[in-house]
């Protein structure tokens, strides 16, 4: 039930914060330790590489989570789209370790990528939000996402909540190797201020609107921009307002953009910037430079530590890892009012299904 909002998309944006405490009470015990099943922590302490797969917006957060797990536990992590990997399998290591992302459970491009894994014998987890959903049946473990029913064909909450749980797995699997990333990783904290920084984005909604008008209403092309983790919500960002606004939008390496795209920048094209990582803070602002210099309209995004008067949307600071949780929550918000404004039908935009039972 949508209660008194026009849209499930909206009811789910908001209900984030909520997730995030939902998932810190579920999954981390009152000294804010992990409580993982201590078989999938030996499952995946025996592998020497993880694979991550997923399709959209699941593979999305698989890019997030390829930076948790390399940075808090050290091992090496792979992300893959199930589509493409379901038929151009790549060299796999000796002893994989396949997590598949998905919200509903049900992807067949990603049932694809699992059945050939349970052919080969090799270990496997499913995080989703669907008990006893197929690809949970199918895996050799499951961890469930607890973001409640998500009825939007845009995922929003669903790509936050897979983020930390990828974060709480990472924390547990690395602690467990005793590194010190790891223990130095306060994810109970940092969950906790995650979800008071996402009220705070959400509680915006008017100067979201406003930038969506001023920016995004008159255009049928967009760009995101960021580097590293940045560019990996940009990828996230240009999907939301895709699906929803069809306006075509990209998400792009900033650095990349000289190298041939820039040449799509017109007078008043918007451009984007996800700014939230200090140490391509400055060269993540020179590439919105010379965006300008050939005409682009551009906003920024920021995190609070590297914020300027001048930035047009200021995020509470958390750790850097955890930054997506908050960078992608205008974004959602951007594609939604962009989509409501231009009179559509935000939850069940043209040509797609909530769940993609199809290879
Ligand atoms: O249920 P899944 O997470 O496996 O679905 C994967 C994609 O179809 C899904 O994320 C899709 O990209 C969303 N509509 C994006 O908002």
């Keep these: 039930d949508k209660g008194t909002y026009p849209f499930y998309m909206l009811k789910e944006v908001d209900e984030q914060p909520n997730v995030m405490r ?76 396949f997590i ?13 990528v699992l059945s050939n894994v349970n052919e080969a014998g090799y270990p496997s987890l499913t995080i989703t ?62 969950l906790a201020l995650v979800a008071n920084g996402m009220q705070a984005i959400v509680d915006e ?28 919500v940009s990828l996230e960002a240009a999907l939301k ?8 939008a990209e998400g792009f390496a900033s650095g990349e953009l000289k190298h041939g795209t820039i040449a799509l920048i017109e007078k008043g094209t918007p451009v984007i910037g996800i700014i939230t990582q200090a140490k391509t803070a400055s060269l993540t602002r020179s590439n919105l430079q010379e965006t300008i210099a050939r005409g682009a309209k551009t906003m920024t995004i920021v995190r609070e530590s590297l914020a300027t008067d001048d930035d047009d949307l200021v995020l509470p600071d958390v750790d850097e890892l955890l930054m997506p949780l908050l960078s992608v929550v205008p974004a959602q918000l951007l594609a939604y009012y962009t989509s409501l404004n231009k009179g559509l039908d935000v939850d069940k935009p043209r040509n797609l299904a909530k769940s993609v039972t199809v290879e």
Aim: zero cysteines; proline letters at 3%; glycine letters at 6%.
């Design 22 to 97: 939902k998932l810190t009470q579920t999954y981390l015990n009152g000294e804010g330790k992990p409580e993982i099943d201590d078989q999938l922590i030996k499952a995946m302490q025996a592998a020497d590489r993880l694979y991550i797969v997923g399709a959209g917006t699941s593979y999305h957060a698989g890019l997030i989570g390829k930076r948790l797990f390399e940075k808090l536990t050290s091992m090496p992590t792979e992300v893959h789209v199930s589509s493409e990997f379901a038929y151009e399998q790549p060299l796999l290591s000796a002893k994989p370790f």
């Design 241 to 248: 307002l895709k699906e929803i606004s069809y306006v075509q």
């Design 205 to 232: 909604k008017d100067k979201l609107e406003g930038l969506s008008n001023e920016f995004l209403m008159d255009t049928n092309r967009a760009f995101y921009i960021g580097r590293g983790i940045d560019q990996a």
């Design 129 to 190: 939000n669907v008990e006893n959903s197929t690809l949970s049946r199918e895996a050799n473990f499951t961890l469930l996402l607890h973001a409640g029913p998500e009825i939007a064909v845009a995922s929003t909450k669903a790509y936050t909540a897979q983020i930390a749980l990828e974060a709480i797995l990472a924390k547990a699997l690395g602690e467990d190797l005793g590194l010190d990333a790891a223990k130095a990783f306060d994810v109970r904290t940092q």
């Design 100 to 112: 598949f992302l998905t919200q509903s459970g049900e992807t067949a491009d990603s049932r694809e």
